[in-house]
């Protein structure tokens, strides 16, 4: 059973504010779960409405019914669980390799999904301006799919970052160079800006090489692609030429 302060917390740990106080997150579905509880992340409690997850120790398990699992689930049918973890401390950013600097990502489906294209890419490390979505959001973590517990995540004042780097900068623009007519390095940043407004003209200017995906469509008439569609595309071809 699960008590009314049990669902008071996991109901504030919706909103990013309740989760920097209690420093907690919350994960749902089997493998989700499975693929964190094999992570470093620290589980708090899990909850069920099966007898499954037998290696979690008792004490951190609590068997409940289908009513109550609705009451702390962020989603519109939920899973069968739900588990708390502990937010880790932010690890030492890697400087090295492929980045992935994302400018603004607003949709937590998007973060999500760059971070499992990360995880699939070998891109370990991602750098997220502020105005960033939290990568602890729940839609977040359940379009990572785990990809979360593999790819060093940090929020960073972007325009000071970039501005220090010595790394070559790669930002995605219409009028930039054909990506598949460009020689690309193993080291680098690249960029991929908001999802309605693209890369902000103060980052714009720290950019060093501007790049684009072509269009092949005949009318020539699509706007833009979805940042997570384009971001595949430029990892594949990043990890192509490498």
């Known amino acids: 059973m699960v008590s009314k302060n049990q669902i008071k917390l996991i109901s504030g740990l919706h909103q990013k504010k309740q989760r920097f106080v209690n420093q907690l997150f919350f994960a749902e579905g089997v493998k989700v779960i499975q693929e964190l509880l094999q992570s470093n992340f620290e589980l708090e409690h899990l909850y069920t409405t099966l007898n499954d997850f037998e290696t979690v120790q008792s004490s951190k398990r609590t068997l409940i019914n289908e009513q ?64 960033t979505v939290d990568i602890y959001n729940p839609k977040v973590v359940q379009a990572t799919m785990g990809s979360i517990s593999r790819v060093n995540v940090n929020y960073v004042d972007l325009n000071v970052f970039l501005a220090q780097t010595k790394l070559p900068i790669f930002g995605t623009f219409m009028d930039g160079d054909n990506i598949y007519q460009s020689s690309l390095p193993q080291d680098g940043i690249i960029i991929m800006g908001n999802e309605a407004n693209g890369i902000s003209s103060e980052i714009e200017k720290l950019v060093t090489s501007r790049l684009t995906i072509p269009r092949f469509g005949e009318l020539q008439k699509t706007e833009s692609l979805n940042v997570a569609t384009a971001t595949a595309i430029i990892l594949s071809e990043f990890k192509r030429n490498s």
Do not use: M
């Not at 109550?68 to 989603?75: F, P, Y």
């Not at 049918?77 to 030492?92: D, G, H, M, R, Y």
């Open 68 to 131: 109550e699992l609705k009451k702390i689930s962020a989603l519109s049918t939920p899973n069968s669980c739900l588990a708390v973890f502990k937010i880790p401390a932010e690890k030492k950013i890697i400087d090295s390799g492929l980045i992935l600097a994302l400018d603004d990502i607003r949709d937590p489906g998007n973060l999500g999904t760059i971070l499992r294209l990360c995880d699939w890419f070998g891109i370990k490390q991602v750098i997220c301006s502020k105005e």
